[in-house]
């Protein structure tokens, strides 16, 4: 594992998961590790949100080096998954098939199924209360809240770096225009000063 490729931005640490955002330079691999009960259920969410054409390779191993999820140049993906063993799960991301483009990935790692909001929730016979399902409703709002800040904070973060890419471009094209009518400004005055300069007859001939 190379340390300096984690630009280490360590968005939130929630029960159970965790977010993190890390630059991945091109030709090289990251690969994370997690130690989990066999039957937990986990869920692998990534998104590449700068460089390149906002891919990258992903792939799942379990304990015993079997790959159990693998895609080629995804922009975003989703894998959930229940462990069928215990020991330690590996989930890397490549950017081997590029040369010059440097990415920036996010991924969140969720483990285990979310607790009841209740204690005896999955055991009662009884209907809720109105303020137990005012509970819930709360709840299952603020998760969405949740889940549609993380989708428009990458939004933004994505649609920034486009802006900044275009941004270089143009900027690069206008000092490339502007050199290039500076050229051809001088070319014009020397091209139209050779015509109208005199050309002096030589010494030797006005002798003769």
Known sequence: ???????????ALRAGGTELTFELPDSHKQCFHQELERGVKFTLDYQVIAGGHYDVDCYVEDPSGRTIYKEAKKQYDSFPHRTETQGVYTFCFSNEFSTFSHKTVYFDFQVGDEPPILPDMSTRVTALTQMESACVTIHEALNAVIDSQTHYRL?????????????????????????????????QVVLLKSFFTEKRPSSGSAGT
Request: charged residues 25%.
């Open 1 to 11: 594992l190379r340390g300096w490729a984690l630009a280490g931005l360590l968005c």
């Open 155 to 187: 939004r933004e973060a994505q649609d920034r770096s486009r802006a900044e890419d275009l941004n270089g471009r143009v900027s690069y094209w206008s000092v490339g225009e502007t050199l290039i009518l500076f050229v051809v400004s001088i070319g």
